[in-house]
């Protein structure tokens, strides 16, 4: 099992910048494909983007592509995700997930393991 802790969340206004971090721990990091969700008030929650187990193959959601950079470093056991030229519309709760192989989806259903989100704002 593993356990992800998301951080970096906060207010910004619209064109500012986050970034986020996921810290994992409890297995071998690098046996996980991860990717970033995120879930808006009364909405499902959505696929933003995933990253391979080696850091070499990403994809995106159309929304963020673009303005969004996932990115892993697996000597430290984290997962980024560099958000730039924010939009209010990306106002979401933001989770990491972790799937149980080299290379994940874009369903929730792909992924095994997840954090307890953080809260990002954007402001008009």
């Known amino acids: 099992q593993v356990q992800l802790v998301e951080s970096g969340g906060g207010l910004v206004q619209a064109g500012g910048s986050l970034r986020l971090s996921c810290a994992a721990s409890?297995?071998?990091?690098?046996?996980?494909?991860m990717g970033w969700f995120r879930q808006a008030p009364g909405k499902e929650r959505e696929f933003v983007a995933t990253?391979?187990?080696?850091?070499?193959?990403?994809y995106y959601a159309d929304s963020v592509k673009g303005r969004f950079t996932i990115s892993r470093d697996n000597a430290k056991n984290t997962l980024y995700l560099q958000m730039n030229s924010l939009k209010p519309e990306d106002t979401a709760v933001y989770y990491c997930?972790?799937?149980?192989?080299?290379?994940?989806?874009?369903?929730?259903?792909?992924?095994?393991?997840w954090g307890q989100g953080t809260q990002v704002t954007v402001s008009s």
């Open positions: 997930a972790a799937a149980r192989r080299a290379v994940a989806g874009t369903g929730t259903h792909d992924y095994d393991y």
């Open positions: 409890g297995r071998t990091f690098s046996d996980y494909a």
């Open positions: 990253i391979n187990w080696s850091g070499g193959r990403t």
